[in-house]
């Protein structure tokens, strides 16, 4: 006897199944995804700590914020975030933007900031302020890239000033493993196993060297939430408003570029309006929490994702949960490791996320200069001014002077005359805007052509009123010479924005 056994019905995704199956998350019931997150979790949430004290002496305020921001960043954005495995937590660039609002009026303001900030950052993104990372060249994000790996590796070198022997050859060894480890196994992150094998060594051998513990006192109870302690008035808000649009704008270009980052490391696409977004309501979280905000941070992501294999939001979750375990319930221990250890692991984050390619001879040969000009300058205004916001916007803006010095000199003009001689015919090829046509009125010969012009645009795109009114004054030039003159060829845009602006840009002069 034989049976059939029924073919199990697909489904779909419309269906309840399928939208549960949708819902899912990627990790459950995979082991393999599972270990990967966790230890990178862990990984990172040991990183975050001496990291996120550093970032509160720079805002002046206690070490404990710093460890809440981190906390509940990380958990927050790792619900409502639109890109998987990114880490936020309190960093540098917000650190320096609230740090004199903290020193000149006090806390309470700072965290008044902060919630404001994550208001301005919702409105921001759902006004669609992520579209305009469209406008971020490649050359402005490799500097970016770039930038971020040299002042990731800057900040290593204060741990490597006016300490003990020791700390070199234990750097030295870090590296050492998180280089060979990884070909032994890759099961357990080589972070994490670098940083419990120079512990243990450290701790066993009664070397004295700098620790964690040493950096500030770990908390030992979460955070709570609550009110600013500030008055509720207009000049309450008209003093942070400037500040917490500041932090605003500086958050959310870090986190918007580390999201493209990302998104090209794990050739996968993220919902950057929802990333947007979402720092806004992790800020206002952490706001009420009493802590000093934060955004996307770019060497503790690269950790997560380039170091670590992280993928999901499970790792992001996990980071700000060990953190605050971490603190709690094993600040003896975490208090314990030596900060060569982290140092190591960030020396070889930041050699990873450095673009070598980018600087190769055999690349810089076969780039246009504009292009490494704009990357040069990416990089030195970031390592200059310490933020990857105002480098960002640099260079960016320093790219498009130069495309447009560039697609000026695709327009161009050629004459012919009919046969007969009544009649002249311009064929203009090319971009029209404020750059190639302030060039255009000087290629005619006004006073040797015959009575009818023609100007043919069929070849051509007009842009802007820039276009419309050299097209004018060429008009007027041949009419104040008894000479008509006739457009054509204007394709459906050019034509619009002709008829619209063409006689209304004179002013009447």
């Not at 008044?112 to 950052?121: E, N, T, Y």
């Not at 930038?147 to 060894?173: K, N, T």
């Amino acid at each position: 006897m034989s049976f059939t056994v029924p073919p199990v019905p697909a489904v779909s995704a419309g269906s309840p199944a399928g939208r549960l199956r949708a819902l899912k998350p990627d990790w459950l019931g995979d082991p393999k995804v599972w270990r990967t997150e966790v230890l990178a979790g862990l990984v990172v949430g040991l990183a975050l700590i001496p990291e996120a004290i550093s970032f509160s002496v720079i805002a002046g305020v206690d070490p404990a914020v710093g460890l809440f921001s981190a906390f509940t960043m990380a958990v927050v954005i790792s619900v409502v975030g639109g890109r998987r495995a990114m880490i936020s937590a309190a960093t540098g660039a917000v650190s320096l933007v609230v740090a004199p609002l903290n020193r000149e009026h006090g806390f309470g303001y700072l965290v008044a900031a902060v919630i404001l900030a994550g208001v301005f950052q919702i409105v921001l993104g759902a006004l669609g302020v992520a579209r305009l990372m469209r406008f971020v060249p490649r050359s402005v994000m490799v500097g970016f890239v770039n930038a971020l790996a040299i002042l990731v590796f800057m900040a290593q070198v204060p741990e490597m000033r006016d300490v003990p022997w020791a700390v070199y050859p234990l750097i030295v060894a870090g590296l050492a493993l998180l280089v060979f480890f990884p070909k032994v196994t890759t099961v357990v992150p080589a972070p994490l196993v670098s940083i419990v094998v120079l512990t243990a060594f450290t701790v066993a051998a009664g070397i004295a060297v700098p620790t964690v513990g040493d950096r500030g006192t770990l908390p030992s109870s979460l955070p709570v939430p609550g009110l600013p302690d500030v008055p509720f008035t207009l000049h309450t808000l008209t003093t942070v408003a400037p500040y917490a649009l500041a932090m605003a704008l500086v958050g959310l270009m870090e986190s918007l570029m580390t999201a493209k980052l990302v998104d090209e490391i794990t050739d996968t696409r993220s919902d950057k309006t929802r990333e947007s977004v979402g720092q806004g309501i992790a800020n206002i979280v952490t706001g009420f929490f009493g802590g000093m905000g934060g955004c996307a941070m770019i060497g503790q992501t690269m950790i997560n994702v380039k170091v670590s294999g992280a993928r999901t939001r499970l790792s992001t979750f996990l980071a700000g949960a060990f953190l605050m375990v971490l603190c709690i319930v094993f600040g003896p221990v975490v208090s314990e490791i030596p900060m060569a250890a982290l140092v190591a692991v960030m020396a070889m984050v930041s050699f990873a996320t450095f673009d070598w390619h980018s600087v190769a001879p055999k690349t810089l040969r076969r780039m246009p200069a504009g292009e490494i000009a704009v990357m040069v300058v990416t990089v030195v205004v970031v390592v200059a001014t310490h933020n990857l916001a105002i480098g960002v916007v640099v260079g960016s803006l320093l790219a498009t002077v130069v495309f447009a010095k560039r697609v000026a000199h695709v327009a161009d003009v050629t004459a012919v005359t009919d046969p007969d001689g009544t009649t002249v015919v311009y064929r203009v090829t090319g971009a029209l805007f404020f750059a190639s046509s302030n060039d255009l009125v000087g290629r005619f010969d006004y006073a040797g052509d015959p009575e009818r012009v023609v100007i043919d645009l069929s070849a051509a795109h007009v842009w802007d009123a820039s276009s419309v009114a050299a097209l004018d004054a060429i008009t007027a030039r041949y009419a104040q010479r008894g000479k008509t003159v006739k457009i054509t060829g204007l394709n459906e845009p050019s034509a619009r924005l002709h008829e619209r602006l063409s006689g209304e840009l004179s002013g009447g002069h």
